[in-house]
């Protein structure tokens, strides 16, 4: 597109940004017409790569933050759209978000499961939320939580069914332990960084909390001494 490389070249000799028609602005960019950009479907590596967007800081991607559109925590600070996590969706995005209003930020990935309209929030949301690492917030090993997506529904499954009979089968918690009580995390080794940013390229469509050089940046360095 002519347009789209006239913007590039142009990034080269000064602030500038891609709009969304891919023309080029020169202009510094303010973090409300960042904000813009970004929320009407503008790339986000695009706009990331010029001059003007060098000072934007991005919080994560973050259950306990996040609602479905960019918005500004700062002047030059940018709390990260869940919408923008591939696979998720408007609806349960707002799911999420009314989850949080009325009970509070969550406290486990089991609360989140108990607590979200899991018809709203299916598996495969919760499975893109994990690759983008928007439960980091509440357990860092995102392996665990992505092999522990069937547990925490049928956790939050039987805790309802359980619930609605009015805790019928609830056993004594002095002998058999409380039903309500949270499963451990499925046990499972640990992603190596380039299993970690190549799942979380796949949610958000770049690399955020790293780069594939980190998993052998020191043996580089010692190399090239």
């Not at 950009?37 to 003007?52: C, D, F, Q, R, Y």
């Not at 800081?57 to 030059?76: D, Y």
């Not at 469509?205 to 780069?211: A, I, R």
Request: hydrophobic content about 40%.
């Amino acid at each position: 597109n002519q347009d789209v490389s006239a913007a590039k070249k142009a990034a080269l000799d000064g602030p500038v940004f891609v709009t969304d028609r891919g023309k080029p602005a020169h202009v510094l960019l303010s973090i409300d017409e960042y904000l813009r950009l970004t929320n009407k479907g503008a790339s986000i590596v695009e706009l990331l790569s010029m001059p003007a967007a060098a000072d934007i800081e991005f919080e994560p991607p973050n259950v306990n933050l996040g609602v479905h559109r960019f918005e500004p925590l700062g002047p030059k600070k940018v709390n990260y759209s869940l919408g923008a996590v591939k696979g998720t969706g408007v609806g349960a995005i707002q799911a999420i978000v009314a989850a949080r209003n009325e009970g509070g930020p969550f406290k486990s990935f089991f609360d989140f499961c108990v607590r979200v309209d899991r018809k709203q929030v299916n598996k495969r949301v919760v499975e893109a939320l994990i690759k983008a690492g928007a439960f980091d917030v509440l357990e860092p090993d995102r392996a665990r939580l992505l092999a522990s997506v069937a547990l925490g529904y049928t956790y939050a499954e039987n805790l309802q069914a359980n619930a609605n009979q009015g805790g019928l089968f609830d056993f004594d918690d002095s002998t058999h332990g409380s039903s309500t009580a949270e499963p451990p995390l499925v046990e499972v080794a640990p992603w190596s960084i380039k299993e970690k940013l190549s799942h979380e390229k796949t949610a958000i469509g770049y690399y955020l909390s790293g780069h594939l050089f980190d998993q052998n940046g020191e043996e580089v360095r010692r190399m090239v001494k």
